[in-house]
Structure formats: structure tokens, C-alpha cells
């Protein structure tokens, strides 16, 4: 039996840098030219959004615990609750001035209940009867 033979192909040559440098550092050639390009800011740049409401929010990470953000992902899922949301709101109320605590020391006089009323009436009858059998 003859053998097969096998029909080798030559891998297309990578295209020449000058060409995808060019590709890649113009705009005027890149199918969005209409579009605002996206980039990350830099590391000392501040990054704001504007809400709705016309409230502006600031970009931040935060590092928590694995368990911790396990927790805090299961509450705002179960609330329907948006986790910068949350975030914002425990910040602000450990934040929030507090009041002045203020000790009051009040005196607690014990009031006799129905049951020692009664005891104090009997006692108070039987010592009467005592004074009275020893005449």
C-alpha cells in the first residue's frame, strides 16, 4: 500500500511592526474616530461621577475580608440594596457627630408590691393583737 502524503502549508508571516504601529497610535484610522476613547486615569487623578440627583461620587477601594464581603453581598442581595449604597450609609453614621453622653443617676425607690401591702397590714394587725392579749 502507498503511503499518504501530506499537504504542508507555510504559516502567514506576521505583518510588519510599521504597519500595526500605525494601526494602533492613530485615531483618524480606528473605526470609532466618533467615539470618546476610554482610558484609566491616572493614579493622581480624582475620578467624580455625578449622580442624578447632582450629587458627585468619588472612586474608591476598599479592602475588606473575604467573609465580611461575603456577608455584605449576601445583605444588599436579600434588601435589594446597592453595596456603595450601604457602604455610604454605615460611614456616615460612624462619622456623624455624637451627642454628649450624659450620666444621670437616678434613685430607684422599690414600690411594695400588692403581696408586701398585704404582709404589712397583717403584721401591723398581729402586733396590735400582741399588745392587746398582754394587757
Not at 484610522?29 to 486615569?41: H, I, K, N
Not at 454605615?90 to 454628649?100: F, R, S
Not at 404589712?120 to 393583737?129: M, Y
Request: overall charge positive.
Amino acid at each position: 500500500m502507498a503511503k499518504k502524503t501530506v499537504g504542508v502549508s507555510l504559516r502567514k508571516p506576521p505583518p510588519p511592526a510599521d504597519l500595526v504601529d500605525a494601526y494602533v497610535g492613530h485615531e483618524e484610522q480606528t473605526p470609532t474616530s466618533g467615539l470618546q476613547a476610554l482610558r484609566r486615569p491616572a493614579a493622581n487623578e480624582e475620578v467624580t461621577i455625578a449622580s442624578a440627583s447632582g450629587r458627585a461620587f468619588r472612586e474608591l477601594h476598599l479592602y475588606v475580608p473575604q467573609d465580611l464581603a461575603q456577608l455584605l453581598g449576601v445583605h444588599c442581595a436579600e434588601n435589594d440594596r446597592d453595596v456603595s449604597n450601604v457602604v455610604v450609609e454605615a460611614v456616615a453614621k460612624m462619622l456623624e457627630p455624637k451627642a454628649p453622653e450624659i450620666e444621670l443617676q437616678v434613685e430607684v425607690h422599690p414600690t411594695k408590691t400588692a403581696w408586701q401591702k398585704a404582709r404589712g397590714r397583717f403584721d401591723g394587725a398581729l402586733t396590735a393583737l400582741r399588745v392587746r392579749l398582754k394587757r
